[in-house]
């Protein structure tokens, strides 16, 4: 089956930068990995997304600018470079993945999930 395991993670202050990775192995390195967020009482959402194929990149609005999604084929990693950390960029990152040429901003879309890794950014 293979899993996803991000690692990065951590508490910082408002300003500064944090890299996650993402390390997929068997199946789950797909063609289509994505970086969701989930902050208390919120719901999962989008953060960034990639194409294995393309090197194609899309990002939500509110990081765009900031954070930079990034592969490694032969690592079978996803890297999400995040810059300019604000205390709204608080959550538990989420690496997930999913077939197809598709790059949805849709939680339900990936089939494949990690199981977190929490960032705090501090004011």
């Known amino acids: 089956q293979g899993r996803l395991v991000e690692s990065g993670g951590g508490l910082v202050q408002t300003g500064d930068s944090l890299r996650l990775s993402c390390a997929a192995s068997?199946?789950?390195?797909?063609?289509?990995m994505g970086w969701f967020r989930q902050a208390p009482g919120k719901e999962r959402e989008f953060v960034a997304g990639?194409?294995?194929?393309?090197?194609?990149?899309y990002y939500e609005d509110s990081v765009k600018g900031r954070f930079t999604i990034s592969k490694d084929n032969y690592k079978n990693t996803v890297y999400l470079q995040m810059n300019g950390l604000k205390p709204e960029d608080t959550a538990v990152y989420y690496c997930?993945?999913?077939?197809?040429?598709?790059?949805?901003?849709?939680?339900?879309?990936?089939?494949?999930w990690g199981q977190g890794t929490q960032v705090t950014v501090s004011s």
């Open positions: 997930a993945a999913r077939s197809g040429i598709d790059v949805p901003a849709i939680a339900s879309e990936y089939v494949y």
């Open positions: 068997g199946r789950t390195f797909t063609n289509v």
């Open positions: 990639i194409r294995r194929s393309s090197s194609d990149t």
